[in-house]
Protein backbone atom coordinates (compact mmCIF):
# COMPACT_ATOMS: atom_id res chain seq x y z
CA UNK A 1 0.00 0.00 0.00
CA UNK A 2 1.46 3.16 -0.85
CA UNK A 3 2.20 6.33 1.30
CA UNK A 4 0.94 9.24 0.63
CA UNK A 5 2.90 11.97 1.16
CA UNK A 6 1.30 15.98 0.75
CA UNK A 7 3.36 19.16 1.04
CA UNK A 8 1.97 22.24 2.31
CA UNK A 9 4.93 24.36 1.88
CA UNK A 10 7.73 25.32 4.24
CA UNK A 11 8.27 21.95 6.52
CA UNK A 12 5.21 20.95 6.66
CA UNK A 13 3.91 17.92 5.41
CA UNK A 14 0.48 15.34 5.53
CA UNK A 15 1.86 11.50 5.49
CA UNK A 16 -1.76 9.35 5.14
CA UNK A 17 -0.81 5.85 6.26
CA UNK A 18 -2.85 2.69 7.83
CA UNK A 19 -5.94 5.07 8.20
CA UNK A 20 -4.08 7.41 9.99
CA UNK A 21 -3.15 11.20 9.09
CA UNK A 22 0.31 12.31 10.55
CA UNK A 23 0.23 16.33 10.27
CA UNK A 24 4.04 17.58 10.57
CA UNK A 25 5.03 20.66 11.47
CA UNK A 26 1.23 22.66 10.61
CA UNK A 27 2.09 26.02 9.65
CA UNK A 28 -0.57 26.83 7.36
CA UNK A 29 -1.76 30.64 8.85
CA UNK A 30 0.77 33.09 7.61
CA UNK A 31 2.54 30.69 5.22
CA UNK A 32 2.33 32.64 2.28
CA UNK A 33 2.81 29.36 0.11
CA UNK A 34 0.32 27.40 2.02
CA UNK A 35 -2.03 25.80 -0.51
CA UNK A 36 -5.98 25.12 1.69
CA UNK A 37 -6.19 26.95 5.30
CA UNK A 38 -5.96 25.90 8.43
CA UNK A 39 -9.15 24.79 8.78
CA UNK A 40 -9.32 22.55 6.02
CA UNK A 41 -6.58 20.10 7.16
CA UNK A 42 -7.60 16.93 9.36
CA UNK A 43 -5.05 14.81 11.43
CA UNK A 44 -5.09 11.89 13.65
CA UNK A 45 -1.63 13.21 15.10
CA UNK A 46 0.26 16.35 14.90
CA UNK A 47 4.15 16.41 15.43
CA UNK A 48 5.63 19.25 16.21
CA UNK A 49 9.73 19.47 15.80
CA UNK A 50 10.43 22.34 17.59
CA UNK A 51 9.19 25.62 19.50
CA UNK A 52 9.54 28.47 16.58
CA UNK A 53 6.31 29.74 15.07
CA UNK A 54 6.69 28.66 11.33
CA UNK A 55 6.91 25.07 12.26
CA UNK A 56 4.20 24.90 15.65
CA UNK A 57 1.88 27.01 13.69
CA UNK A 58 -1.78 25.79 14.12
CA UNK A 59 -0.90 23.30 16.10
CA UNK A 60 -2.96 24.32 19.16
CA UNK A 61 -5.91 25.28 16.48
CA UNK A 62 -6.47 22.21 14.94
CA UNK A 63 -5.56 19.74 17.66
CA UNK A 64 -8.81 21.36 19.52
CA UNK A 65 -10.75 20.63 16.58
CA UNK A 66 -9.37 17.49 15.40
CA UNK A 67 -9.17 15.87 18.73
CA UNK A 68 -5.45 14.90 17.37
CA UNK A 69 -2.55 13.10 19.45
CA UNK A 70 0.04 15.59 19.43
CA UNK A 71 3.77 14.64 19.94
CA UNK A 72 6.31 16.68 20.59
CA UNK A 73 9.38 17.13 23.31
CA UNK A 74 8.28 17.15 27.02
CA UNK A 75 9.06 20.85 27.64
CA UNK A 76 6.97 21.60 24.47
CA UNK A 77 3.79 19.00 25.78
CA UNK A 78 3.84 21.19 28.92
CA UNK A 79 3.51 24.57 27.38
CA UNK A 80 0.78 22.84 25.08
CA UNK A 81 -1.09 21.50 28.01
CA UNK A 82 -1.02 24.89 29.64
CA UNK A 83 -2.70 25.99 25.98
CA UNK A 84 -5.85 23.62 26.61
CA UNK A 85 -4.64 20.39 25.26
CA UNK A 86 -5.05 17.18 26.76
CA UNK A 87 -4.38 14.76 24.08
CA UNK A 88 -0.65 14.49 24.18
CA UNK A 89 2.51 12.25 24.17
CA UNK A 90 5.61 13.47 25.24
CA UNK A 91 9.03 11.54 23.82
CA UNK A 92 12.25 12.80 23.64
CA UNK A 93 15.55 12.49 21.74
CA UNK A 94 16.75 9.29 21.47
CA UNK A 95 12.92 7.71 21.98
CA UNK A 96 11.14 5.76 20.17
CA UNK A 97 7.45 4.55 20.51
CA UNK A 98 5.05 2.05 18.85
CA UNK A 99 1.88 3.67 17.97
CA UNK A 100 -0.95 1.86 15.75
CA UNK A 101 0.07 3.04 12.53
CA UNK A 102 4.49 2.28 13.44
CA UNK A 103 6.94 4.01 15.14
CA UNK A 104 8.78 7.23 15.09
CA UNK A 105 11.72 8.12 17.02
CA UNK A 106 13.08 11.49 17.59
CA UNK A 107 16.53 12.14 15.89
CA UNK A 108 18.64 15.39 16.81
CA UNK A 109 18.66 18.36 15.00
CA UNK A 110 21.32 21.45 15.25
CA UNK A 111 18.75 24.62 15.43
CA UNK A 112 17.23 26.13 18.83
CA UNK A 113 13.24 25.88 20.06
CA UNK A 114 12.14 28.65 22.00
CA UNK A 115 8.39 28.93 21.35
CA UNK A 116 6.21 32.15 20.87
CA UNK A 117 5.89 33.44 23.94
CA UNK A 118 9.80 32.91 24.50
CA UNK A 119 8.83 30.23 26.72
CA UNK A 120 11.97 26.95 27.00
CA UNK A 121 11.12 25.02 24.35
CA UNK A 122 13.90 22.31 25.25
CA UNK A 123 15.77 20.71 21.96
CA UNK A 124 14.78 20.47 18.48
CA UNK A 125 14.13 17.26 17.02
CA UNK A 126 14.23 15.74 13.45
CA UNK A 127 11.57 12.78 12.97
CA UNK A 128 12.42 9.24 11.52
CA UNK A 129 9.26 6.87 11.09
CA UNK A 130 8.67 3.71 10.34
CA UNK A 131 5.66 2.85 8.47
CA UNK A 132 4.79 0.11 6.38
CA UNK A 133 8.10 -1.26 5.65
CA UNK A 134 9.81 2.28 4.62
CA UNK A 135 11.76 4.70 6.54
CA UNK A 136 11.19 8.51 6.38
CA UNK A 137 13.59 10.77 7.47
CA UNK A 138 11.96 14.50 8.28
CA UNK A 139 15.44 16.43 9.21
CA UNK A 140 13.01 19.35 9.75
CA UNK A 141 14.95 22.81 11.09
CA UNK A 142 18.94 21.53 11.18
CA UNK A 143 22.14 22.41 10.22
CA UNK A 144 24.48 19.75 9.07
CA UNK A 145 25.91 17.34 11.47
CA UNK A 146 27.84 14.38 10.90
CA UNK A 147 25.84 11.70 12.78
CA UNK A 148 23.34 11.68 9.75
CA UNK A 149 25.16 9.05 8.34
CA UNK A 150 24.07 7.05 11.59
CA UNK A 151 20.16 7.73 10.53
CA UNK A 152 21.23 6.52 6.96
CA UNK A 153 22.80 3.43 8.32
CA UNK A 154 18.79 2.56 9.13
CA UNK A 155 18.40 2.49 5.21
CA UNK A 156 15.94 5.56 4.52
CA UNK A 157 13.79 5.37 1.87
CA UNK A 158 12.60 8.89 1.93
CA UNK A 159 15.12 12.07 3.13
CA UNK A 160 13.09 15.46 3.63
CA UNK A 161 15.54 18.17 3.98
CA UNK A 162 16.03 22.14 4.32
CA UNK A 163 18.06 23.73 1.88
CA UNK A 164 16.90 27.44 2.51
CA UNK A 165 20.22 28.05 4.21
CA UNK A 166 20.09 31.16 7.04
CA UNK A 167 18.42 29.45 8.97
CA UNK A 168 18.84 25.86 8.16
CA UNK A 169 21.35 23.70 5.87
CA UNK A 170 21.79 25.85 2.81
CA UNK A 171 22.01 23.76 -1.10
CA UNK A 172 25.98 23.15 -0.38
CA UNK A 173 25.51 21.35 3.38
CA UNK A 174 22.25 19.76 2.06
CA UNK A 175 23.87 17.74 -0.60
CA UNK A 176 26.67 16.51 1.92
CA UNK A 177 23.76 15.53 4.30
CA UNK A 178 22.32 13.37 0.61
CA UNK A 179 25.61 12.20 0.51
CA UNK A 180 26.14 10.56 4.52
CA UNK A 181 22.34 9.34 4.63
CA UNK A 182 22.17 7.98 1.12
CA UNK A 183 18.09 7.88 0.92
CA UNK A 184 15.87 6.55 -2.01
CA UNK A 185 14.41 9.32 -2.79
CA UNK A 186 14.76 12.95 -1.16
CA UNK A 187 12.48 16.40 -1.15
CA UNK A 188 14.04 19.38 -0.51
CA UNK A 189 11.88 22.07 2.07
CA UNK A 190 12.29 25.01 3.71
CA UNK A 191 12.75 27.46 0.93
CA UNK A 192 11.10 30.17 -0.69
CA UNK A 193 8.80 30.77 1.96
CA UNK A 194 10.19 34.04 2.34
CA UNK A 195 12.58 36.05 0.83
CA UNK A 196 15.93 35.41 2.78
CA UNK A 197 15.62 31.94 2.08
CA UNK A 198 15.43 32.31 -1.41
CA UNK A 199 16.80 29.22 -3.58
CA UNK A 200 16.91 27.03 -7.03
CA UNK A 201 15.59 23.67 -6.42
CA UNK A 202 16.05 22.57 -9.88
CA UNK A 203 19.44 23.66 -9.16
CA UNK A 204 19.78 21.70 -5.88
CA UNK A 205 18.57 19.05 -7.80
CA UNK A 206 20.49 18.55 -10.74
CA UNK A 207 24.03 18.16 -8.46
CA UNK A 208 22.24 15.89 -6.48
CA UNK A 209 21.92 13.82 -9.67
CA UNK A 210 25.14 14.05 -11.04
CA UNK A 211 26.85 13.55 -7.25
CA UNK A 212 24.75 10.87 -5.78
CA UNK A 213 22.60 7.98 -6.69
CA UNK A 214 19.66 9.71 -4.25
CA UNK A 215 16.40 10.22 -7.14
CA UNK A 216 15.06 14.14 -6.02
CA UNK A 217 11.40 14.63 -5.93
CA UNK A 218 10.52 18.11 -5.84
CA UNK A 219 7.53 19.32 -4.82
CA UNK A 220 4.36 22.21 -5.29
CA UNK A 221 2.46 22.79 -2.13
CA UNK A 222 -0.29 20.81 -2.55
CA UNK A 223 1.57 17.92 -4.63
CA UNK A 224 1.31 14.50 -3.42
CA UNK A 225 4.30 12.42 -3.25
CA UNK A 226 3.38 8.49 -3.58
CA UNK A 227 5.96 6.32 -1.35
Same mark, same amino acid.
Given at each position: ?7 F ?5 L ?26 ? *????? %?????? @? =? ?5 ? /?? !?? +????T ?43 S ?32 F ?5 ? *????? %?????? @? =? ?5 ? /?? !?? +? ?21 K ?29
Amino acid at each position: MAINITWFGHACFLIETNGAKLLIDPFITGNPLAPVPADAI *EADYI %LVSHGH @G =DHLGDTV /DI !AK +RTNATVISNFEIQNWFVKQGLENVHPQHIGGGFNYPWGRVKLTIAQHGSALPDGTYGGNPCGFLFYIEGKKIYHACDTGLFFDMKLIG *EEGID %LAILPI @G =DNFTMGP /DD !AL +RAVKLIEPGYVIPIHYNTFDVIKQDPNAWADKVKEETSAKVALMKPGDVFKL
